[in-house]
């Protein structure tokens, strides 16, 4: 173990806004937009606000999904949302979701539109919606719920805490990235146990618990995430590793993980989805 750092918390905490870090742009202790910005309209019924990170996946996946089942009205426009120039700050953003991230979702299909946001949120209501990835027999339904809301729970240990201190942080603090590896390592390990008795989280049948757990814990098991796949020892959890590769070849997956994606190659970028036709078509942002 490193030598303990010589900082004593002060009595009262004070913003340091220069206390670097790759995302010290964009982080402040205080709620509300920083600017005056409308969020455009597309001519479908649901308007998706996002960026290709897992949360945001979760959702374009799911409509994409829907989509693949013939739900004609989970049509959608899908905006970029630049969270890294500050985007999902401007006054149209925060009118949808006060908390400031990725994604946000307006129903314009009734006629009193609907706002909707965090992911898994998004996932319920599409799912009620549309009748489809959510089980109607209450025992198999709580299964996914629990599955769902475990992904909710879990995954600020991987992303905010084993990801920021790995990855992004100024400093390699030791302590912090061995008691974050630890929860991520357990957290697979609860994912390789349940999938080893089952073909998806919920039982036999896919659904939006997968898809949620997928776009952290899929990406994570291939090593496209904090380039940690080595350090993690990724490749052992051969359950994880399975049900990934099933849910990644499956074609709504494919074209759902491209959507508001502006980074990798370029062929796998699509910085804004208005049709289908526009998978046919390379985008750079």
């Known amino acids: 173990m490193t030598a303990p750092s010589d900082y004593i918390p002060p009595k009262v905490w004070t913003w340091n806004k ?17 600017h005056d910005k409308e ?7 649901l308007q998706l606000y996002s960026l290709g990170t897992p949360n945001g996946i979760k959702v374009t996946v799911m409509l994409e999904e829907l989509l693949a089942l013939g739900h004609q009205g989970a049509e959608y426009d899908a905006w970029l949302i630049k969270i890294n120039e500050g985007d ?37 209501y599409l799912a009620e919606k549309f009748g489809a990835f959510l089980p109607t027999e209450p025992a198999h339904r709580a299964q996914c719920l629990s599955w769902l809301f475990w992904q909710m729970g879990s995954a600020p240990y991987l992303g905010g805490g084993f990801g920021h201190f790995y990855a992004y942080a100024p400093t390699k603090i030791e302590y912090a990235i061995d008691r974050f590896a630890m929860e991520v390592k357990r957290q697979l390990d609860v994912l390789d146990r349940r999938l080893a008795e ?40 051969t359950h994880v590793q399975r049900w990934t590769d099933q849910i990644a070849a499956r074609p709504a997956v494919k074209r759902g993980r491209r959507v508001n994606r502006v980074w990798g190659d370029a062929a796998e970028q699509m910085p804004e989805r208005h049709d289908a036709s526009d998978f046919d078509m390379t985008t750079k942002p």
Do not use: C
């Not at 969020?39 to 019924?45: A, E």
């Open 39 to 45: 969020l455009p309209i597309g001519r479908h019924p």
């Open 88 to 124: 999902q700050f401007g006054s149209g953003f925060v009118d949808i979701n006060p908390n400031s991230k990725i994604p946000a979702l307006m129903d314009r299909s009734g006629p009193t539109p609907i706002r909707v946001f965090e992911s898994g949120a998004i996932l319920v």
């Open 198 to 237: 089952s073909p998806y989280l919920a039982g036999d049948d896919y659904t939006i618990a997968d898809m949620a757990v997928w776009s952290w814990y899929g990406a994570l098991a291939k090593g496209l995430v904090y380039e940690a796949a080595e350090f993690l020892e990724v490749a052992s959890y």
């Open 18 to 34: 220069s206390n670097g870090g790759k995302f010290a742009n964009i982080n402040r202790p205080i709620a509300g937009p920083t």
